[in-house]
């Protein structure tokens, strides 16, 4: 089996899909293993980190005509079109918001597997990139705002005076906003927070933060996500949340309904009751922002309040994120590539692979998007007409 890593184009990715750690532990599955040159550099690591057998080409061919081609992101379309008919892609692909690259798929006969869609069952857990990713986004989205405050976030008792602790509103108390009340309660800062799923009440509790109730939203709905609120619930849900943000030194926004725009929860009279030099980061950015006033990649100020919508964190932590990432990709590879016939029981070092998939495996079936020409997943067959 070959397998193959190509370098992101995407503007602003940082991250690499494999990490030297890793493809030594796949190497180790006597597969054959391409990374495309200068693939590591945005993480900080050098082609000749990758140590034998792993090998570093700069052939477009080489990298896309593998078996298997692992990304972060989805290769460009011209590139997909390189790629062999029944390969495979296992990467991120956000279809919805990248036909293009759904229709040079089907075009190419490729089978993709999108890593946002492995269902978020026990058995996958160690494949779910979008935790891993959004782990790395919560964590450092709790240091900018620590970082774009002109204020202390613990308390500090010094012989020029007592300093009260910031306040932190988390919203949102998902993979991401729970990393980044864990994140902000590290920092000393006193941290509030708001999920329309009420259940995040007593992990938001068990991390020493605050819960925030709006009398009469509760927004639960299948898989452990949430539904988009009606007009009624929303009003009451921006009413207890202003009054909370007029508190507030920072506001992290972490919002997000699968599928969906982010929802848009904060308004600019709602940053209006914002203290002056507060700030808000806006993990939202990409799907839109959680606030009406943000705008992605920018920092925008409005009175003395900055508006800060950084669209893709885990590049910003891209070392660490890729890692995980690496991680997640290879725990996901040990469902396709498969010791062959008759070679369960022989040693590690002897055992050879081949690709097969197994479309009775749940998590295989639900993460595909494309195979064989068509478009498999129902949601983005949906989201695409
Ligand atoms: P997400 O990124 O889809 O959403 C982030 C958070 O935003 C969610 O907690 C959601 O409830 C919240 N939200 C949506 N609309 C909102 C609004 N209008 N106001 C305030 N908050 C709003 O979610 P996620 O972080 O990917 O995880 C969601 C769920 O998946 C959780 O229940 C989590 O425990 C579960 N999960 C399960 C597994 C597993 O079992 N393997 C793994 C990861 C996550």
Not at 16 to 43: F, H, Q, T
Request: aromatic share 4%; proline share 5%.
């Amino acid at each position: 089996v070959k397998i193959a890593v190509p370098k992101e184009t995407a503007d602003g990715e940082t991250r690499v899909a494999m990490v030297p750690k890793v493809a030594a532990k796949l190497a180790k599955m006597n597969v054959d293993i391409r990374v495309a040159k200068g693939a590591g550099e945005g993480s900080r690591i050098p082609d000749d980190a990758y140590d034998d057998p792993v090998q570093i080409s700069d052939q477009a061919a080489d990298i896309f005509g593998a078996d298997i081609v692992l990304g972060v992101n989805a290769p460009e379309p011209k590139q997909i079109g390189e790629m062999k008919k029944g390969s495979v892609l296992i990467s991120f692909v956000q279809a919805h918001n990248n036909p293009e690259t759904v229709k040079a798929l089907n075009d190419a006969g490729v089978t993709c597997f999108a890593m946002e869609l492995v269902p978020r069952i026990t058995r996958a857990q160690s494949m779910d990139a979008l935790s891993s990713q959004a782990s790395a986004a919560g964590y450092k989205a709790a240091l900018m705002a620590a970082n774009a405050l002109e204020r202390f976030l613990p308390m500090l008792t010094t012989a020029a005076g007592t300093i009260r602790p910031a306040k932190v509103l988390v919203i949102g108390a998902g993979v991401a906003g729970l990393q980044a009340i864990a994140t902000a309660k590290r920092l000393g800062a006193k941290v509030f927070a708001y999920d329309v799923r009420t259940d995040t009440k007593e992990q938001v509790e068990s991390l020493g933060a605050d819960f925030l109730m709006a009398e009469g939203v509760k927004a639960e709905a299948e898989g452990g996500y949430a539904r988009e609120l009606t007009d009624e619930e929303k009003k009451k849900q921006q009413d207890m949340l202003e009054k909370n943000m007029a508190d507030a030194d920072a506001v992290i926004t972490t919002a997000a309904v699968p599928g969906k725009p982010a929802p848009k929860i904060i308004s600019e009279a709602m940053v209006d009751s914002m203290k002056p030099g507060s700030v808000l980061i806006d993990l939202g950015a990409s799907g839109g922002g959680n606030c009406e006033l943000t705008k992605p990649d920018e920092v925008v100020t409005h009175g003395s309040v900055t508006i800060h919508g950084p669209s893709n964190v885990p590049a910003l932590l891209a070392e660490h994120a890729s890692e995980m990432y690496a991680q997640n990709l290879f725990n996901f590879l040990q469902l396709i590539v498969v010791p062959e016939a008759g070679q369960e029981d022989a040693k590690p070092a002897d055992k050879t692979h081949k690709l097969e998939i197994d479309w009775d495996d749940e998590v295989l079936a639900k993460s595909a998007l494309t195979h064989d020409g068509q478009i498999v997943n129902d949601a983005a067959k949906q989201a695409l007409e």
